[in-house]
């Protein structure tokens, strides 16, 4: 299982890159902008086997990226915490960069809220 390791570099890059260098954790963040909340609401539009997004979902918790509602038991809510609704500019960036940048023309995209 994955966990958070907070990086010691002096770069913010490098310490921004352990945290958002998982290409999981970018595409479960916007899962959540676009309302998905509980475990099951991840699974298809990502992908994702179970095992992985569990582990991604714990280390976003411990990344300070996610708040998990209640904290035990099932049924549990994710919602993004300050920290990661800060991210939001950059989300948006890359949204924007990627669809100028990474679509042929009349190529379907997925818009970005």
């Given at each position: 299982m994955k966990s958070y390791q907070?990086?010691?570099?002096?770069?913010?890059?490098?310490r921004a890159a352990r945290v958002l260098g998982d290409r999981w954790v970018i595409l479960i963040m916007r899962e959540v902008y676009l309302g998905a909340e509980r475990f099951e609401d991840f699974i298809e539009p990502l992908g994702i086997n179970r095992a992985a997004l569990t582990s991604?979902?714990?280390?976003?918790?411990?990344?300070?990226?996610?708040?998990?509602?209640?904290?035990?038991?099932?049924r549990a809510r994710y919602v993004l915490t300050e920290r990661a609704k800060a991210l939001s500019p950059v989300l948006k960036e890359m949204a924007i960069w990627g669809e100028t940048e990474l679509f042929a023309d009349g190529e379907k995209r997925k818009q970005w809220p």
């Open positions: 907070p990086s010691r570099s002096p770069c913010p890059i490098g991604r979902l714990k280390m976003m918790q411990e990344a300070g990226l996610l708040m998990r509602e209640p904290p035990e038991g099932k």
